[in-house]
Nanobody, 127 residues
Framework: VQLVESGGGLVQAGGSLRLSCAASGFTFDDYAIGWFRQAPGKEREGVSCISGSDGITYYAGSVKGRFTISSDDAKNTVYLQMNSLSPEDTAVYYC?????????????????????WGQGTQVTVSS
C-alpha cells in the first residue's frame, strides 16, 4: 500500500488549496481513505474521509462547510478541497487509509489510527 500526497503549500487566510492523495497497492472499493492533520504542539486530528465503495463522507466539525473530500476511482486518487482557510488550518496534512467495514468506519474517522499513511504535506496559512 502506498499513499502519496501532493498540493500543500503557503496560502493567505481566506484562500484555497487542493490536496491530492494518489493511492496504490489495494482495492479502492474496500478502503476508507482520508486526511489527518497535525499542528505543532497539538494532537493529530482526523479531518475528513471518504468510503471507496459508496462515497460516504465524514468531516470534522472544525472543517465542515469549508473542506470537501472527493475521489476519482479511475485514478485511485482522493482530493481534499480546502476553502476559506485560516491560520488555524496550518498543519502537516497526512493521507491515511484503512479497510472499511461500513459507515461505522467512516464516522469513526479520527477515533482510530489507520494502518496506512502517506508522508505528509505541509499546509501553511498566513494571516
Amino acid at each position: 500500500v502506498q499513499l502519496v500526497e501532493s498540493g500543500g503549500g503557503l496560502v493567505q487566510a481566506g484562500g484555497s488549496l487542493r490536496l491530492s492523495c494518489a493511492a496504490s497497492g489495494f482495492t479502492f472499493d474496500d478502503y476508507a481513505i482520508g486526511w489527518f492533520r497535525q499542528a505543532p504542539g497539538k494532537e493529530r486530528e482526523g479531518v475528513s474521509c471518504i468510503s471507496g465503495s459508496d462515497g460516504i463522507t465524514y468531516y470534522a466539525g472544525s472543517v465542515k462547510g469549508r473542506f470537501t473530500i472527493s475521489s476519482d476511482d479511475a485514478k485511485n486518487t482522493v482530493y481534499l478541497q480546502m476553502n476559506s482557510l485560516s491560520p488555524e488550518d496550518t498543519a502537516v496534512y497526512y493521507c491515511a487509509a484503512d479497510r472499511t467495514y461500513g459507515s461505522s468506519t467512516i464516522y469513526s474517522w479520527g477515533r482510530f489510527l489507520p494502518n496506512y499513511w502517506g508522508q505528509g504535506t505541509q499546509v501553511t496559512v498566513s494571516s
